[in-house]
C-alpha cells in the first residue's frame, strides 16, 4: 500500500500545488485586469490553459473560486485582528476595516465576477464572516455597547448591506475609497447604537 500511495499521493500535492498557483496568479492579474483571459492566467500562473480548464471548466468558475480565496484571506485576517478581545465597539472597527481592506485592493476583481453568479454563492461566502460578526454584536450586546432592540441576525443583514451599497459607491465613482470607508464606518456604528471610538 505504501509503494502505491506515495506517487498518488504526489500527484494529489502536484494538483494541489498548480490549483494554488493559478488561484494566485489570477488574483494577480484580476486585480490589473478584470477582463484577463484564462489563456492570460495560465501564463501568469506559468501553465498551460488546459491545465487551468482541468482544475476550473470555466472562467466563472475560477472567478468564483478566486473570490473564494480572496474571503479566506480576509477571514484570516479578522481572527488576527482578535475580535473576541478588547472592547467590542473598538472590536468592530477592526472588523470594519479587515472588511474594506479586502474590498479596497480587490474591487476590480469583485466586479468581473457574473451578478447571478456572485448573488448565488454570496451566502455561503459570506457564513464565516456572518458568523464572527455575529458573535462580535451578541458580545456587543451583552456588554451594553450595541443596540438591545434589535436582534443580532437583523444587525448581521444591516452591516453586510452597508458594506455592498459602501463598494458600490466606489465602483460608480460616486464616492472615493476614503469617503466610502469613512461614511461606512459611522453608519454601522450608528445602526449598531455604538458610539464611535477615536484613538
Request: aromatic share 4%; net charge neutral; glycine share 8%.
Amino acid at each position: 500500500m505504501t509503494a502505491s500511495g506515495e506517487p498518488r499521493r504526489r500527484r494529489r500535492a502536484d494538483a494541489e500545488r498548480s490549483r494554488n498557483d493559478i488561484l494566485d496568479a489570477a488574483v494577480r492579474l484580476l486585480r490589473q485586469r478584470p477582463d484577463a483571459a484564462m489563456e492570460a492566467i495560465a501564463t501568469e500562473a506559468g501553465v498551460t490553459r488546459q491545465t487551468v480548464y482541468a482544475h476550473f471548466p470555466s472562467r466563472e468558475a475560477l472567478l468564483t473560486a478566486t473570490v473564494d480565496r480572496i474571503t479566506e484571506g480576509a477571514v484570516a485576517a479578522m481572527d488576527a485582528a482578535r475580535l473576541d478581545e478588547g472592547p467590542p465597539t473598538a472590536a468592530l472597527t477592526r472588523f470594519l476595516d479587515v472588511s474594506w481592506h479586502a474590498f479596497e485592493g480587490n474591487a476590480p476583481l469583485f466586479q468581473a465576477v457574473p451578478i447571478g453568479t456572485a448573488e448565488e454563492n454570496d451566502q455561503a461566502r459570506h457564513a464565516s464572516v456572518t458568523d464572527r460578526l455575529r458573535g462580535l454584536i451578541e458580545r456587543g450586546q451583552r456588554a451594553g455597547e450595541f443596540t438591545p432592540d434589535s436582534s443580532p441576525p437583523w444587525l448581521v443583514t444591516i452591516t453586510i448591506a452597508l458594506g455592498h451599497a459602501a463598494g458600490e459607491e466606489v465602483n460608480s465613482g460616486r464616492m472615493t475609497n476614503s469617503q466610502a470607508r469613512t461614511a461606512l464606518n459611522t453608519a454601522v456604528l450608528r445602526a449598531l447604537g455604538a458610539r464611535e471610538q477615536r484613538g
